[in-house]
């Protein structure tokens, strides 16, 4: 209830028992009234106790109480003292919703301004009389200005009230949704952490993974043919050199993040290059089939495009041992389709590293799928489709 409602409850407990000792002290005797009167005033304060404590929580229980409270109210009014009425008063303007408040504001309203007058069986016959008004009319007017005063000042108490309760409900409600902002800030701070890292891990993996496995490749080779060929020694080492900065490059992207895509000089530029790196001496054959308006597409599907592909170069000729491969990239039933062959040793059973599992999330990713098929001595194979619904394609 309100915050500071008990003090008015309690002073009004001690107006009460005041009024209450000072009507036992007025009896000369006690007699069955007086032991009356005071059992209604403790069963009054009772009342009033338990719908203060308890009842408040129970709208039907609440109003039974008052109900009780007003009816005793009614009796004072016209016995002993007005006090009480206008404690109900305060009370129902402060805590009733509108419904209950008009029917009590009503009821209250008419009972006391009626109580003003009402003193002997003949009060109609008194009010009626011109001489009545002349001789009471001022202290009516009086009356009946104060009440409407306290009743004004109540409704102030009960907008100011109401306005703090309904600030104090919407800084509620402001601090648990800050409560709330904070915990999905951190919930997504932490997945873009967790998202940074494998996009950093997988470009690690995609380009200096794959630029240090060339590397190493041209270093063997260099190594047979060091002493025996000057010319094809020099163009292995230029070649060592320029896959040795790439891996730098790669690296620096990796470490800030940067995402900077191997195919923005053109996809089937990209591709090229890296088939170059590949290839060491004319024994490994590597075929590109490309069409040109696939160079159209969104750069994030050309990204996954090169990806793949060199995963297939890579898993090819270090893993497979292979000598030839073929790369067909082609718009197909409404997509693209794109495929890998490779005539390497081949595998019984395929098992899903990295390399695999990043191809097969970035297609995924882009409402495409892909299959990894290989046998022993057939080689490996990667079919992959993108529907062109996904594709973002460039005006």
Known sequence: MYKYSRYAFYIKNVIICIICINLFLSFEYMSLKAFCVIGVFIALIINDYLRYKFFY?????????????????????????????????????????????????????????????????????HIFLADYWRKNGLDFLQSTLFYIMGICIFLYIRAEWKGRIDAQNLNDELNRAYDKLKEYSSKVEELTIAKERNRVASEIHDSLG???????????????????????TKVMISKCQSLARGSMEGLRRAVYALKEEEHSKGLKTSINELIDNFIINEGIKIRLALEESIENISPDIKNIIYRTVQEGLTNGIRHGKATEISIDIFYKNDGIEFK????????EEIAMGNGLGNIEKRIDLVGGRVTFSSRIHEGFSIDAYIPLKEVKTVV
């Not at 402060?94 to 009402?118: A, C, D, E, M, P």
């Not at 794959?210 to 002493?227: P, Q, W």
């Not at 890998?340 to 595998?347: A, F, M």
């Open 210 to 232: 794959h630029s240090l496995t060339a590397l190493i490749m041209h270093l063997d080779f260099l190594e047979n043919v060091v002493d025996k060929d000057t010319e094809k």
């Open 57 to 125: 929580r129970y709208y039907n229980k609440y109003y039974i109480s008052f109900l009780i409270s007003f009816i005793i109210g009614v009796w004072f009014l016209f016995t002993y003292n007005d006090f009480y009425f206008y404690a109900l008063l305060f009370e129902m303007l402060i805590f009733f919703n509108k419904k209950v408040l008009k029917i009590f504001l009503i009821t209250h309203i008419l009972i006391f301004l009626g109580s003003r007058h009402i003193y002997s069986n003949d009060v109609i016959y």
């Open 340 to 347: 890998i062959k490779d005539n390497g040793v081949g595998l």
